[in-house]
C-alpha cells in the first residue's frame, strides 16, 4: 500500500519551510532489489518539473546509491532550466551519481547521517567480465579507478623496460579490451564533468581541482563515506539541516523504508511455499512531487514453487523456486 498521500503532505511543508518547491527522488538499496539512477527517470522529470513550473528554488530531496553518470548530468542541467536556485537536500544515502548531482546545485543539505561518496564510476558492459555463479548473461562492473590503480601499482614497480605494456596486456585478457578503452574515456569524462557542475558553487578553481581528486580517486575506496562536517571541509557548499526539517525528512524516510522494505533483504526461497505460486509487488524507486503526484518504478510477477526428482536419488524431490518476472517499469501513482 503506497503512502504517497502522507508523503506529499511532508513534501509541502518542505515548500513552505524553505520556500521552494520539492521534488523527491529515491532508489531502493534493498538488497536483492536494488535500483539505480537511469536514463529513463529523465522524461519522468520534466512531467514533474512541468508540474511545477518555472520558479525561483526547486529542492531536489535526493536517497541513492548511485547509477548512471550521464543520467546524473541530465537531471542537474534540466532542473535548472527550471528554476534560478537549486539545492539537493540528502537525508540519508546520496552516494556515487547522487553526489555528482549534489556537486551540481548551489548548496546541499544535508542531516546528522547523510553521506556522500566518491564519483568514479563503475563500467557496466555487456561485454564485462563474467560472475562466477551467476547467468550466463550476467556481467560484472568494473571500477574506473581501480584500473588505474593497478597500471599504478606497475608504474611504482619501477622495474624492467615495457612492463607497463605487459601488464595492460595482461589486463586485456581479463577484462574486453572495449571495455577498457571505455574506462580510459570515463576517467578524464567524470573529471570534466565534475568541474563543470561545481560551476555554480563560490569555489576557486584550485579548490574545485581539489576537491575533484579527492571525489575521483584519493578517498581510497568506492565506498568511502563523506560526513556533513568532511563535506564541508572539503569546501563544497554545505548547509546543516535544520531541526524542522529534519524532523521532515525523517518521516519522509520511513515512510519510505516501509513501503520499499528496505530493511529486509529479498530472498526468493523465502516466499516459497507448498501451494505453488505466490504474486509479488514490489516498489523499487520513486518519484514524487506535490505539483505533479508520483511515479513508482514497480517490479511484478509471482514465486513458483515446483517440485522435481533427484537425479542421483531415486524417489527424492527436491523445491525448485523460480521467479516468474511479469513487469518492471515506471507507473503513475
Excluded at 534493498?30 to 537511469?38: A, M
Excluded at 589486463?171 to 569524462?189: T, W, Y
Aim: charged share 25%; hydrophobic share 35%; glycine share 10%.
Amino acid at each position: 500500500m503506497s503512502d504517497i498521500n502522507t508523503r506529499t503532505g511532508l513534501l509541502r511543508e518542505i515548500e513552505d519551510d524553505r520556500c521552494t518547491k520539492a521534488i523527491l527522488y529515491a532508489t531502493g538499496d534493498r538488497n536483492g532489489l536494488e535500483t539505480r539512477i537511469g536514463q529513463d527517470v529523465i522524461d519522468l522529470f520534466v512531467d514533474h518539473l512541468d508540474g511545477t513550473g518555472p520558479v525561483q528554488r526547486i529542492s531536489l530531496i535526493l536517497y541513492t546509491s548511485g547509477g548512471s553518470t550521464s543520467a546524473a548530468w541530465n537531471i542537474v542541467n534540466l532542473i535548472r532550466m527550471f528554476c534560478d536556485d537549486f539545492e539537493v537536500i540528502a537525508p540519508g544515502k546520496c552516494m556515487s551519481a547522487g553526489t555528482l548531482i549534489s556537486l551540481g546545485a548551489d548548496r546541499i543539505v544535508m542531516t546528522k547521517q547523510a553521506t556522500l561518496g566518491p564519483i568514479d564510476p563503475t563500467i557496466q558492459h555487456p561485454l564485462g567480465p563474467s560472475i562466477p555463479g551467476a547467468s550466463p548473461d550476467a556481467r560484472a562492473g568494473v571500477s574506473v579507478e581501480a584500473v588505474n590503480g593497478y597500471l599504478d601499482a606497475v608504474r611504482a614497480c619501477k622495474g624492467e623496460d615495457g612492463l607497463e605494456g605487459k601488464a595492460l596486456l595482461d589486463l586485456a585478457k581479463q577484462v574486453h579490451p572495449l571495455v577498457l578503452g571505455q574506462i580510459f574515456r570515463s576517467r578524464q569524462q567524470i573529471r570534466d564533468l565534475a568541474q563543470r557542475l561545481l560551476e555554480p558553487q563560490d569555489i576557486s578553481r584550485d579548490k574545485v581541482k581539489q576537491i575533484v581528486e579527492f571525489l575521483c580517486s584519493e578517498s581510497g575506496s568506492h565506498d568511502y563515506t563523506i560526513n556533513r562536517r568532511e563535506a564541508k571541509s572539503l569546501g563544497l557548499s554545505i548547509e546543516k539541516c535544520s531541526e524542522g526539517l529534519y524532523g521532515l525528512l525523517r518521516r519522509i524516510t520511513k515512510s519510505l523504508s516501509d513501503e520499499m522494505d528496505l530493511q529486509n533483504p529479498f530472498q526468493m526461497n523465502s516466499y516459497a511455499t507448498q501451494s505453488g505460486v505466490v504474486d509479488y509487488s514490489f516498489t523499487r524507486a520513486v518519484i514524487e512531487s506535490p505539483a505533479c503526484g508520483g511515479h513508482h518504478f514497480v517490479s511484478e510477477g509471482s514465486i513458483e514453487t515446483t517440485e522435481i526428482m533427484a537425479q542421483d536419488q531415486p524417489g527424492i524431490k527436491h523445491a525448485a523456486v523460480q521467479d516468474r518476472r511479469r513487469f518492471d517499469g515506471w507507473r503513475k501513482v
